[in-house]
């Protein structure tokens, strides 16, 4: 079963923020928010993660609502290399980690010129 | 150097055929894994590996079988391909923490 719910598309203007809600209501106390992308059908690349605060990395913000049960990655200014789906997935840590990581439909972001 | 390799990248086959792809990565990690990814559709976990000693199904492991060789190399194999197998295939490595999986380059596979 999907942990987590996607808009299946978005689109972004060139050089403006892309904001890519993730909701993810039945999470988990020790489970984190990651966040990957898939550049047409490369491998899934790696973004940022976080547990309860928000992070920043330099390629994005990841902000998690206080509940936990969504967050939002910021991309603070999209390029058209930024075009590609973009998956949610919450998985917990320690032992388990890996055992869960569900990557579900994703959200397809356009950069538009 | 690519840290996480996969062989080979395309395979075209027939049905019933035995088809071995394999993963092979210098990153020094202990856990491997192998997904497969259909059109339109996310990854989805086929098998895992926490060590050389450990072998776990995932969610659609029914059809493949994997084998461990070494830290470094973990296999996946289709014993009897069918054409429903057709997919994109993807190793992952990581440490055990909550860090980032790392994925390789995907082997296109099509069974005909």
């Known amino acids: 079963d999907a942990k987590t719910t996607q808009p299946p598309s978005m689109d972004c203007a060139e050089g403006r923020a892309a904001n890519l809600p993730c909701n993810h209501s039945?999470?988990?106390?020790?489970?984190?928010v990651y966040w990957y992308r898939q550049i047409h059908s490369q491998g899934p690349q790696y973004i940022i993660h976080?547990?309860?605060n928000n992070e920043t990395n330099e390629m994005a913000s990841l902000i998690i609502t206080e509940d936990r049960k969504s967050s939002t990655l910021i991309l603070p200014h999209a390029t058209l290399r930024d075009t590609a789906v973009y998956y949610c997935?919450?998985?917990?840590?320690?032992?388990?980690?890996?055992?869960?990581?569900?990557f579900g439909p994703g959200t397809r972001l356009s950069v538009l010129p | 150097d690519a840290d996480v390799t996969q062989t080979p990248r395309n395979r075209i086959t027939k049905t019933g055929k035995r088809i071995m792809l394999e993963c092979s990565q210098t990153?020094?990690?202990?856990?491997m894994y192998w997904y497969r990814q259909d059109p339109g559709l996310g990854l989805r976990l086929i098998y895992y590996?926490?060590?050389?000693?450990?072998?776990n199904k995932g969610e659609i492991s029914d059809g493949y079988s994997v084998s461990r060789q070494a830290q470094a190399k973990f296999s996946l194999s289709l014993e009897s391909a069918i054409p429903n197998q057709t997919a994109l295939y993807f190793c992952?490595?990581?440490?055990?923490?909550?860090?980032?999986?790392?994925f390789g380059p995907g082997t296109r596979l099509t069974v005909l």
């Open positions: 039945t999470i988990s106390g020790n489970e984190y």
């Open positions: 997935i919450v998985s917990s840590w320690g032992d388990n980690y890996g055992q869960n990581f569900v």
């Open positions: 976080g547990l309860k």
């Open positions: 990153k020094g990690h202990d856990r």
């Open positions: 992952a490595t990581s440490i055990r923490g909550p860090d980032e999986q790392f």
């Open positions: 590996s926490f060590d050389v000693k450990d072998i």
